[in-house]
Structures are given as C-alpha cells and as structure tokens.
C-alpha cells in the first residue's frame, strides 16, 4: 500500500499569513493527489484534484503543485473562514485509496 | 444535486455485526464506483473500501483493517450502497461516510452515520 506523509501535524498562523502543508507519497503517484478541508462535525470538502487544479467555486488563495512523490498545498494568505482540518488523498484506480494523516490549522 | 444518505448507525457490542446502508440520488448510480471512508473521533480520515460499477466488473477492494470482515455490496436497481460489518471490534467505532468520486473534480460525501463498538 502507499503511504502518504502529511506535515506538518498541527500549525497555527495569523491572519493574511502564507501557510503551506506538504505530503509525500511512499512511491510514484503521478499526480494523483487530492487536496480537502474538514471543519468539525462536517463531511470533507474537496479544494484541489489532481494535485493542482481548483475545483470551481474554491477561493484562488488556495492552491497545489507537485508530481511523483512530493506535493504541497498552499494558503496565500488565511482567513479565518479557512480554520480546519486539511488532508492529502492520493487515489489511482489500480491501488487502494490512503489518506494523509491530516493537518488541524488554527488561528494564532 | 447528488444525495448519499447514510442510514443504520448505532451501538453494537464487540464481536457483533451492522449493515450500513446509502440511498444514493442525482448521478447514474449504475455506472459510480462507490466508496466507504470513515473517522474514528477525534482522528483522520480512513479509506474503508471501494465497490467498482458492474461494467467495470463490479470487484470489491478493501483496507487491510477491515478486509475479511467488511463487505460492500450496491443494488443498482435502488441505487443503493451497503456495507455489512461483522466482527466488529472496539477500533472499528467511526463515523462511516459513503463517497462517489470521479475522474476530475467530481467528487461528493454523504453526511455520515456513526457506529460505536462498546461493550
């Protein structure tokens, strides 16, 4: 199975501030690789698919880069609507799906 | 507008077993491949399984914590997706979502049904 590296763990920033989170995966993955946020009590949302392309009506400060084995997932500059949870999901038809271990972000 | 519905939640006791099930609407059911995830509270999204659409050949894969006890089954028929747990055990208590992706952005969540395993 792939495994999917997610840091880091918990961040915490101010308002405005660029904060970015990165995933590694354990073997190739091309560039599938998702991107959601989960506020509590709430389904994941999807921001990001394959690894950098923004799902229409997501907000443009958000964004992700990468292919192969290293992605990253960026906030230009947070708001306070963006306090969640964040995690990575690679996904390839052939394989099973593994999330990142996640990312809780919090306001400083 | 995609609806999955997840129904049949509850408390069971360890060693005992619950069939989950998800009314699906707004897609073509029939050609979905469909998938369960679940949270253990307080914790990260876990990837349950996943059933392929019958054109696809209709297999059934699993996460190596759930394999040989999980089964997930969809009547195409009444665009349902279920998932029968047996020998449920304490680790296995989460909020279970079903989930149909595809190719691109599509991509939809239900609003969860929680299992506890507690003696």
Known sequence: ??????SPSSLSASVGDRVT???????DISIFLNWFQQKPGKAPKLLIYDASNLKTGVPSRFSGSGSGTDFTFSISSLQPEDIATYYCQQYDNLLLITF??????EIK | ?????????????PGGSLRLSCAASGFTFSNAWMSWVRQAPGKGLEWV??????????ATDYAAPVKGRFTIS???????LSLQMNSLKTE????????????GSIDYWGQGTLVTVSS
């Open chain 2, 49 to 58: 399984g996943r059933i392929k659409s019958k054109t696809d050949g209709g």
């Open chain 1, 100 to 105: 990142g271990q996640g990312t809780r972000l």
């Open chain 2, 1 to 13: 507008e995609v609806q999955l519905v997840e129904s049949g939640g509850g408390l069971v006791k």
């Open chain 1, 1 to 6: 199975d792939i495994q999917m590296t997610q």
């Open chain 1, 21 to 27: 989170i990165t995933c590694q995966a354990s073997q």
């Open chain 2, 74 to 80: 969809r009547d195409d028929s009444k665009t349902t």
């Open chain 2, 92 to 103: 296995d208590t989460a909020v279970y979502y079903c989930r149909v992706a595809a190719a």
